[in-house]
Structures are given as structure tokens and as C-alpha cells.
């Protein structure tokens, strides 16, 4: 079966302030990398803009009203400091982030393709229940996890994140909830501060925090010990990843040294596990990832994988 990709030219609006890391070059980089002729097999869709209630899945009616209600006319609308705005083009990029992430779970679930890559941006895993942070506003993949058990009627849902950064939105959002897990690797210390092993939820949590300088070897460990066993025992109906690229050696928010055969490897080995325990459906979405050519490189590998599904 076929590998989808999600994508849409709005992605390359959502235009930041001068200087900021999550930068419309990030799509435009992934864009022309998956144009290659090796990607001539994908199944490509237009991402759709999300039912706005959808993001009330996650999101508090308090917060969705206030983001909707702060859309500017012009200019910028600072929400977390100078990290996370919104200009007059951002509201239509979250809602096709979120609208792209359901239909990849909706094509998935329904059989008509094996797996999914959704190139959106912003990235999603920091917004929390109630606040905007880290570039995110709405959590596309924990409103993903959500849409698969309200729509689909999944009983478990696994979240697994390989972004350098701690996905602390996903974390709070499911914390005691055991329907679904969320399992992550991402350096410790670095922003936003959570991630810490004894994190735990409800038992459903697994974090698995890595040290500046680490690479290929420890994320092969963290897996292998602790974050591919606590799948297997979950046995998730369906997996959905927060791809994130910045745990890349050429990445300048992260001091990690991942290369993209390790975005390769782990790729493989999460679809090995949606082989196992969910029918091989996998929805991965695209999180960080800030230097364009490491970026382009990890996607490339990333997709290349999927595509061998
Ligand atoms: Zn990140």
C-alpha cells in the first residue's frame, strides 16, 4: 500500500519575525526535497482546513475562543514572548495543520493508504490545553490521537516523538488519561524543561530524556530499552509520531548528533512496531527541524522509509 503526504502551499505563509528559527524557508526546503523523483510514488493530497471544533478536542473553549478572537488584521500578536505569533495568514495554516493531520488518521484508518507524512507547519507538540508556546498553537497530533478515538473508536492511541525538544503540550494533554500513550526522546536539559523520567502519567508516559552531545548510539538504546517495549505492552490500535528533525548534528536549537540514517533507523522501527501491534498504520507529522539542509536530508530519509512500508 501506498504512502500519503499532506501538503498545501499555505504552509509556506505564517510568515515570522526577522530572525526566528520556524521560518517559511522550512516548508519550501521540505517541498522541493519530496519534488525528487524518488517521491513520484507518493499519494499527494491538498491539506483541508479543520472543522474549528475539532481543536476542542484538546484545546479548552476558553483558549480556541481568545486564539480565534486575537487574529490580527495586520501586523504581529505575540502569544508566548517573542517565540509563538500569529500574523494575518496564520489562522488558515493551523487550521489546514490540523485539518492535514485528520484526514492522514482518516486515510489511514480507513485503509486506503499504509502511512502518512504531514509536512505542516508550525510544529504543534508544545501548545498545551489552555497556552500557546514553543512556535505552537494548536496540537495537531494529540487532536489526531483524539479524532482516532472519537471518530474511529480506537480504544488506545500511541504518541511517539523523536523532536530534541520535550513535547510538554502532548504530555499535559494526555497525562491521566491510559488511553493514550505518549513515549519521547528529546535532550535534557533544553527547553521547555520537562521530560524528566519520573514523568510518568498514569503509567501511559515514557520518557526517555538524552544528554547534549548524544547521537545515533543513544537514541538506538532509548528505544531499544525502553521506548519500543513500552509499545509493544500498550499494543496501540494505531501510532502517530511527532516527526521532529532537530535532534540533527547540524540542527541550532539542539546539541544532539543525530544524522538522517538515525531518522532512517528510528523510522523503520516504528513502522516494525505499527506492523506489529497496529496493522502497520502509522501517521507521522512534522514537528521541528530548523537547519533547511539537515531538514531536507531527515525528511528525505524519513519518507524514503515510509514509503518502503
Ligand atoms: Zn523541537
Known sequence: MATL?????????????????????????????????????L?????????????RYVHTNRYVDALEAARPDEGYVYLDGGDTMMEPSTWEVVLRGVGATIQAVDKVLDGEVQNAFV???????????????????????????RHAQKKHGLMRVAIADFDVHHGNGTQEIFYSDPSVLYASTHQMPLFPGTGAARETGVGN??????????????????????????????????????????????????????????????????MKSAETNSQGRLVTVLEGG????????????????????
Request: with cysteine.
Open 5 to 41: 503526504l499532506l501538503h498545501h502551499s499555505v504552509f509556506a505563509n505564517h510568515k515570522t519575525s526577522a530572525g526566528h528559527p520556524e521560518r517559511p524557508d522550512r516548508y519550501r526546503a521540505v517541498q522541493a526535497v519530496l519534488g525528487q523523483s524518488q517521491f513520484d510514488t
Open 119 to 145: 509536512a505542516c507547519r508550525p510544529p504543534g507538540h508544545h501548545a498545551e490545553t489552555e497556552r500557546a508556546m514553543g512556535f505552537c498553537l494548536f496540537n495537531n497530533i494529540s487532536i489526531g490521537a
Open 290 to 309: 530548523y537547519d533547511l539542509q539537515g531538514l531536507a536530508d531527515s525528511v528525505s530519509a524519513h519518507v524514503g522509509e515510509l514509503m518502503k512500508g
Open 205 to 270: 508516559i515514557f520518557n526517555a530524556p538524552l544528554a547534549p552531545g548524544d547521537g545515533g548510539a543513544e537514541l538506538r538504546d532509548a528505544f531499544e530499552d525502553r521506548i519500543l517495549p513500552a509499545l509493544n505492552t500498550f499494543k496501540p490500535e494505531l501510532i502517530i509520531v511527532s516527526a521532529g528533525f532537530d535532534a540533527h548534528e547540524r540542527d541550532p536549537l539542539g546539541s544532539l548528533r543525530m544524522t538522517a540514517d538515525d531518522f532512517a533507523w528510528v523510522t523503520r522501527e516504528l
Open 43 to 55: 499519494v499527494r493530497e491538498q491539506a483541508k482546513v479543520a472543522d474549528l471544533d475539532t481543536t
